[in-house]
């Protein structure tokens, strides 16, 4: 069975913290993603990396960066934590895209980060 | 860049009813997939449909797609208190998946 592990489920920092995220999958996938969840919002996509030491910006980029030194681990940092940081975040790792386009998305169950 | 939306925002129905969602979406996509998420957890895959599929079953989900109507629906057959769940639709725009904003379902004992 698949499974992406978040180091931590629940998360509470201070504003300008810099805030580590880990994300480690167990099977062997290519594609690693981090979004963020808000009530109303939906998921939104941050980065995604297709490649180790390859990254990709999403829709929502900004006060974040990634770190993919490892395949299996996909890291999201919050370079300095602010107060509209605080949200859901989750991880997911996929294959690589098939014929059917991109393949199914698996997810981890995510970190609740506060930030004060 | 909102593709899927979801439809209703929130359903309540008794257990052992049906259950259905739907979805519509406004650009062309490679396949469709549909999620669900329990509360405090990360979502699940459930089923994907292919551009060229328009029905797939999977146990008590069936999945219909209407490529001509960009819409597809999900619906849940004798429902559980176990479905009690968020549901989101995923659109494959070709270069990722994006998601929608989901339908909070509740199963009533």
């Known amino acids: 069975d698949v499974k992406v592990t978040q180091s931590s489920r629940y998360l509470v920092k201070r504003t300008g913290e810099k805030v580590f995220l880990e994300c480690v999958q167990d099977?062997?996938?290519?594609?690693m993603f981090w979004y963020r969840q808000d009530p109303g919002l939906g998921l939104r996509l941050i980065y995604f990396s297709y490649d180790v030491k390859m990254k990709e910006k999403g829709d929502i980029p900004e006060g974040y960066s990634v770190s993919r030194e490892k395949k299996e681990r996909f890291s999201l940092i919050l370079e300095s934590a602010s107060t509209n940081q605080t949200s859901m975040y989750l991880c997911?790792?996929?294959?690589?895209?098939?014929?059917?386009?991109?393949?199914?998305?698996?997810f981890g169950d995510g970190t609740r980060l506060s930030i004060l | 860049s909102q593709q899927g939306e979801e439809d209703p925002q929130a359903l309540s129905i008794q257990e052992g009813e049906n259950a259905t969602m739907n979805c519509s979406y406004k650009t062309s996509i490679n396949n469709l997939q549909w999620y669900r998420q329990n509360s405090g957890r990360g979502l699940v895959h459930l089923i994907l449909?292919?551009?060229?599929?328009r029905e797939k079953h999977s146990g008590r989900l069936r999945v219909t797609l209407d490529t001509s109507k960009k819409s597809s629906s999900l619906l849940i057959t004798a429902s559980r208190a176990a479905d009690t769940a968020s549901y989101f639709c995923?659109?494959?725009?070709?270069?990722?998946?994006?998601f929608g904003k989901g339908t909070r379902l509740h199963i009533l004992p």
């Open positions: 995923a659109t494959d725009a070709w270069d990722k998946i994006i």
């Open positions: 099977m062997d996938h290519e594609n």
């Open positions: 449909i292919r551009s060229n599929e």
């Open positions: 997911a790792s996929s294959s690589p895209q098939q014929g059917s386009g991109n393949q199914p998305q698996h």
